[in-house]
């Protein structure tokens, strides 16, 4: 079973200086130097707002040698 990431089974992200659930702003698709990546800007109901930046994770190919 492989490991999710808590946004993905509905949690919500709250904000870091009041810990108030967020919404998102923009979003906006990003190219880096080795990966596209995805900054989304949030508020807070507060009014506090901060960006978040998502890099996709990637899985690591096991190549293993057959005993001979």
Do not use: N, W
């Amino acid at each position: 079973v492989q490991a999710r990431h808590p946004l993905e089974r509905g949690m919500t992200l709250r904000c870091p200086e009041c810990g108030q659930p967020t919404q998102v702003l923009s979003t906006r698709t990003r190219q880096g130097r080795a990966y596209p990546y995805i900054t989304r800007r949030r508020e807070c109901p507060v009014g506090h707002r901060f960006t978040t930046k998502e890099v996709p994770v990637t899985s690591l190919k096991k190549h293993f040698k057959d005993p001979v």
